[in-house]
């Protein structure tokens, strides 16, 4: 399985509406990746790596495959459609990262 994340830094002045990414952001992403995306997750920073400290990331997003070749094939034709939806929902430029799922 096949994970693509994106994560948001949680830079000084970054916003992100976490109301618009999961009503209208994923929802347009998945409908656009149709059955190739398997899963899909969203997380919420609440802290650092200690007590009361900032979060790395306001949020990060998940998507899941079987193959990156389902990924590829699925985001390329809508890759411009989900990346001009970014600044709806965020002034922070997220960092993807793909992932193999071990366990």
Request: net charge neutral; hydrophobic share 35%; charged share 15%.
């Amino acid at each position: 399985m096949i994970k693509v994340s994106a994560l948001y830094p949680n830079d000084e002045g970054k916003t992100f509406d976490m109301t618009y990414y999961t009503k209208k952001h994923i929802p347009m992403v998945r409908k656009l990746l149709g059955k190739s995306c398997i899963n899909v997750t969203i997380e919420q920073g609440i802290a650092g790596g200690t007590p009361g400290s900032n979060p790395t990331y306001i949020a990060m997003g998940h998507l899941y495959f079987n193959k990156a070749e389902d990924f590829i094939s699925s985001f390329n034709p809508h890759a411009n459609t989900i990346m001009v939806d970014i600044p709806n929902f965020t002034n922070t430029t997220p960092i993807v990262q793909i992932s193999d799922v071990i366990l």
